[in-house]
């Protein structure tokens, strides 16, 4: 079982640029899709990108692509979020996700196991 600790959210003017990570620990993490999530207020979870367990494979929401980046350590157990020109419109509480061990990686919600506690995202106009 892999558990999730997230840091790196805050607040930032439009244009900024925040680096989310995600802690895990357990024996399991390698073996294991990471994604993340986010949620605004009044609106339901939803995906923003994933990777496989090795990294090679990684998925992307429409409205992220060419903004943010997923990246991953399996050597210090970490998930990382690069978020780039960011829009007020990205204001959400931020999740990581692992699916369970040797799955592929999803955008469903339903298909991760595991979550963080989530970290806040706020830009401002």
């Known amino acids: 079982q892999v558990q999730l600790v997230e840091s790196g959210g805050g607040s930032v003017q439009t244009g900024g640029s925040l680096r989310l990570s995600c802690a895990a620990s357990?024996?399991?993490?390698?073996?294991?899709?990471m994604a993340w999530f986010r949620q605004a207020p009044g609106k339901e979870r939803e995906f923003v990108a994933g990777?496989?367990?090795?990294?090679?494979?990684?998925y992307y929401a429409e409205f992220v692509k060419g903004r943010f980046t997923i990246a991953r350590s399996n050597a210090n157990k970490i998930v990382t979020l690069q978020m780039n020109s960011l829009e007020p419109e990205d204001t959400a509480v931020y999740y990581c996700?692992?699916?369970?061990?040797?799955?592929?990686?999803?955008?469903?919600?339903?298909?991760?196991?595991?979550w963080g506690q989530g970290t806040q995202v706020t830009v401002s106009s």
């Open positions: 996700a692992a699916r369970r061990p040797w799955s592929y990686t999803t955008n469903r919600v339903s298909d991760y196991d595991t």
């Open positions: 357990g024996r399991t993490f390698s073996s294991s899709a």
């Open positions: 990777i496989d367990g090795f990294g090679n494979e990684k």
